[in-house]
């Protein structure tokens, strides 16, 4: 339990910028759309930077081994609360042009920004590659089924541009270096550090940034909403803890605690800008993304040190 201390420490650092991203925007310090230039920020250059960082890495089999058991916790994780949610809306029965968002924040968390964040906060570059991998199916079902939720019965959304995104190349290229022998040049993988790096405090910045772009007033009657809370609820506990049977099987204890930690983020904020493009209630979706961003900071240090009770007892 050495670690939990200095992980609170770091994790409230982390919240810490996403204040101040917040407050900047309330004040107009930040103006409108900048939570679209840090999108395009991270999205583009950053993030896949540190991806690509965080998956230069020699050949080995035992990097491939860990590959199949976090494809496999992601598989398992995303189809159980793909179902659990789907059922759950459906006797829920919310509004129509609610439907979408309530099932989409359930299944999809904020695993590409805070995700990594959060793992290369603990375990540094092990911590990006552990993600990256368990990430690799996510991306794939962020980019299809999630897009399905939202545009099954639209005819805006262009299929052939689904899977050409930074995330999913960037994802792709890693998985290429992951299987090459060697290693990028030093300056090279320097140069990815460097550029990588800056996503931990930009994601923490965009998501106080989109909490100040919400009304105080709109964003206090959704916060009211019990569909929402119960959201966050499968979210941040209830899926995560899908995961910990594997605590059964010999995983080192990195590879696990991301996969679980993972699991828990918040709702990701892709959800609320999937429903804006389709026409449904965005500012719903938001909301749902801001309590779970919210919660999430009692949350995930919970998960960190039930990981750490658990793996103490094996």
């Known amino acids: 339990m050495t670690d939990f201390v200095p992980f609170i420490l770091e994790l409230s650092l982390l919240y810490s910028i996403a204040f101040l991203g917040y407050i900047l925007r309330k004040k107009e310090v930040l103006p409108q759309g900048s939570e679209k230039i840090l999108t395009a920020i991270i999205l ?72 990594i964040a959060v793992s290369f906060l603990l375990f540094g570059k092990e911590g990006v590659f552990f993600v990256t991998l368990f990430n690799f199916v996510y991306l794939l079902f962020i980019w299809t089924y999630a897009i399905y939720l939202f545009a ?71 916060l009211m909403n019990k569909h929402l809370w119960l959201a966050s609820f499968y979210k941040l506990l209830l899926f995560p803890f899908l995961l910990f049977p594997f605590a059964l099987f010999p995983l080192p204890f990195q590879l696990f605690a991301a996969a679980i930690l993972t699991a828990g983020m918040p709702s990701a904020p892709t959800i609320s800008m999937y429903a804006q493009t389709y026409n449904e209630d965005a500012s719903f979706a938001a909301a749902g993304v801001a309590l779970s961003t919210i919660l999430s900071f009692l949350t995930i240090p919970a998960l960190y040190g039930l990981v750490l009770v658990i793996s103490s007892f094996s």
């Open 44 to 115: 583009n250059v950053t993030l896949p930077a540190l991806i690509l960082y965080g998956m230069d890495v020699p050949f080995s089999v035992e990097n491939v081994k860990q590959f199949a058991w976090l494809s496999l916790m992601s598989v398992f994780v995303l189809t159980a609360s793909s179902i659990i949610s789907w059922w759950t809306v459906k006797q829920l029965r919310p509004e129509k042009e609610q439907k979408n968002a309530l099932e989409g924040i359930m299944i999809f968390g904020n695993q590409g920004f805070l995700g």
């Open 152 to 222: 099954r019965n639209s005819e805006i959304v262009q299929w052939h541009r689904v899977f050409i995104n930074p995330g999913v190349t960037s994802t792709l290229a890693g998985f290429v270096l992951m299987i090459l022998p060697g290693t990028l040049p030093i300056v090279v993988s320097n140069t990815l550090e460097l550029t990588g790096k800056p996503t931990v405090p930009l994601s923490m910045l965009l998501i106080g940034v989109l909490l100040g772009s919400m009304s105080s007033d709109k964003l206090e009657g959704y």
